[in-house]
Every structure is written in structure tokens, then in C-alpha cells.
């Protein structure tokens, strides 16, 4: 967590870069929200998480012991089975669904939440231009 500026709260919180380096976005835990969320700033948009969604796909990066290609889609696209962005939407997932909260900007899963598990030592996250894959560190 060396490279990373912020502690990940709403004062100071984390500034991150998406896995390809591409944008810069601010990323904090809210836990006094209700429900409690992972807060994700890019520009003047919000997007906000379930917070328990650091735990659930650590723990699921962990279970499967391999490599997840990332996936990144908005929304209103269909995301590729087999992708951290298609877990964020799947019914079987702990939530039971999305965790993104604000219909509209629920997707984006694979983009925003891979560089917040590298930042916290939990997962390594593969930084090319396209087709990157995270896996856990335990």
C-alpha cells in the first residue's frame, strides 16, 4: 500500500488509478451509510458499493485460487461470464445480486474494485492495456 496516497476515509480518502492506468479515481469506506458502502468518485460522478463487497470478492479470489479476468461494463451492458464485473451482478453472490447500489451506476465492478483490494495488500492486479486479471493474496 506504499504507492497508494490516502487512508481510504471520507477525508482522505484513496486515490487510485484504474487497472490499466488509464483514469485516476477517489475511493473510500462509508460505514456510517445506510447500507454501509465503498464509496468510488470518478470526476463528479459517485458510485457507491455495498461495503462488504471487499470481503466477498477477496473471498472468492481466495476459493478459486487462480486468476479472474477483470471484465469492465457499464450497466446497461452484459457482462462476460467468468469476470469479477459478471460475480459483482450474480444472483449467486453473497448480496444476491448487484453491488452496485444506484440504479444506472451499479456497473464498472471489474474497474473500481480490483485497484481498492490491491490498495488494501488483499489481491494482485495485472496493469495492461486491456484484458487484466486479479487474483487474492491470502
Not at 19 to 32: H, I, K
Not at 69 to 94: S, Y
Amino acid at each position: 500500500m506504499a504507492d497508494v496516497e490516502g487512508t481510504g476515509t471520507t477525508d482522505d480518502p484513496w486515490v487510485l488509478s484504474t487497472p490499466p492506468g488509464t483514469s485516476e479515481f477517489a475511493a473510500y469506506r462509508d460505514a456510517a451509510a445506510d447500507p454501509p458502502a465503498l464509496v468510488v468518485q470518478v470526476g463528479a460522478t459517485e458510485l457507491r458499493y455495498h461495503l462488504s463487497c471487499i470481503e466477498d470478492l477477496h473471498a472468492m479470489l481466495v476459493e478459486r485460487g487462480d486468476w479472474m479476468p477483470l471484465g469492465n461494463k457499464d450497466e446497461q451492458k452484459e457482462a462476460q461470464d467468468g469476470t469479477v464485473e459478471a460475480w459483482g451482478r450474480d444472483p449467486e453472490n453473497p448480496v444476491g445480486g448487484w453491488y452496485g447500489m444506484k440504479k444506472g451506476l451499479r456497473g464498472r465492478f471489474g474497474n473500481y474494485l480490483p485497484p481498492v483490494l490491491e490498495a488494501l495488500g488483499l489481491a494482485e492486479v495485472e496493469h495492461n492495456a486491456r484484458n487484466n486479471r486479479m487474483r487474492a493474496i491470502s
